[in-house]
């Protein structure tokens, strides 16, 4: 990542409405994860990003090391659904389906 601003117009709005995105990101740091397990609470929506170092099966207990936290609102969320969703169905229309190891898509939060 540049250490300096990273500025983008937002995809897919009409010409006339988009305006600029100033992202600074001197500060931020980039963290890899493999896991994400997601909660909720009435007023939030939390995910915990995690490593785990093999995968799980039946026969073993499963430990991950969450080392991210990020606690939404409900609208954040929906928006940040939106957004993954258009990015992937993006991406597999260029490079074809993506594999998710045949698991259920509720197994794979």
Request: net charge neutral; no cysteine; hydrophobic share 35%.
């Amino acid at each position: 990542m540049p250490d300096e601003t990273d500025a983008r117009t937002p995809e897919g709005a009409p010409e006339e409405r988009r305006g600029v995105l100033n992202m600074r990101t001197q500060g931020a740091t980039t963290s890899y994860a493999n896991m994400a397990v997601v909660t909720t609470t009435p007023e939030e929506v939390v995910l915990n990003f995690g490593i785990n170092v093999a995968p799980p099966t039946p026969q073993r207990e499963v430990n991950v090391e969450i080392t991210n936290r990020i606690i939404l609102t409900y609208s954040s969320a929906k928006r940040l659904a939106l957004t993954l969703g258009n990015v992937l169905q993006r991406y597999e229309a260029r490079r074809g389906p993506i594999d998710v190891g045949g698991r259920p898509p509720e197994a794979l939060s």
